[in-house]
């Protein structure tokens, strides 16, 4: 049996991420993570006493790398159909390079949970929701300030649509990766079709300069 090590959350959850890296989401159990550290399951669940716990700790940080790109992005945009191009092409290119992360955030039974909606989990996700509702609150913002885009629209529910369409492309992508069987159609292209149909560039406004996803 490895030789003791230290236990505290950063080196469960630290030892969690490389589970997952090594083996993936599903093979991280809490016997898994004591054998690794060569302690009973019981000094694990000291710490996290359910599961739901665990998947916040590792997931949030990675929520505030998201944030942390997606609201720069909004900033630097002066209408919705800038700040709706700036959230696709942002959050795409983003995940493009971190597909493993991606899966872990947004695909179904992250960590292998698979018992949804108990209290555990309302209260381990929390913080992970203010997160996201952050982004959702800013390009709400924009898209209701800007009248061109669509009075009659809800623009809370359409921030959220717009961050879900853009977790679509990247899922879509990461099952291709996972398939080794590449998409007819580029990503750079999607993502062009994608702006096109939900932000499409007034005639007024100039093709501002695309970035490479």
């Known amino acids: 049996m490895p030789a003791q090590r230290r236990i505290t959350r950063e080196a469960i959850v630290k030892e969690a991420v490389k589970i997952i890296a090594r083996k993936g989401a599903g093979a991280v159990t809490f016997q898994a993570i004591a054998t690794a550290f060569g302690v009973s399951k019981q000094a694990i669940i000291y710490w996290y006493p359910n599961k739901w716990a665990l998947?916040?700790?590792?997931?949030?940080?990675?929520?505030?790398?998201?944030?942390?790109?997606?609201?720069?992005?909004?900033?630097?945009?002066?209408?919705?159909?800038?700040?709706?191009?700036?959230?696709i092409r942002t959050f795409v290119g983003h995940y493009l390079v971190r597909l493993p992360q991606f899966r872990m955030l947004y695909l179904p039974q992250p960590l292998g949970v698979s018992e949804p909606n108990e209290p555990n989990q309302q209260a381990a996700l929390a913080p992970i929701h203010s997160v996201t509702s952050s982004v959702y609150t800013a390009l709400q913002d924009k898209i209701a300030a800007d009248p061109t885009y669509s009075a009659d629209l809800n623009s809370r529910r359409a921030a959220v649509a717009i961050h879900m369409a853009a977790v679509g492309v990247v899922t879509m992508l990461a099952a291709a990766d996972a398939l080794g069987d590449p998409?007819?159609?580029a990503a750079d292209d999607m993502v062009d079709a994608m702006i096109a149909v939900l932000a499409p560039r007034r005639v007024s406004e100039k093709p501002r300069r695309k970035s490479r996803i």
């Open 55 to 87: 998947v916040a700790d590792i997931c949030l940080p990675f929520m505030r790398e998201e944030a942390d790109v997606l609201l720069p992005a909004l900033a630097r945009t002066s209408n919705a159909h800038q700040a709706i191009d700036a959230v």
């Open 183 to 185: 998409l007819v159609h």
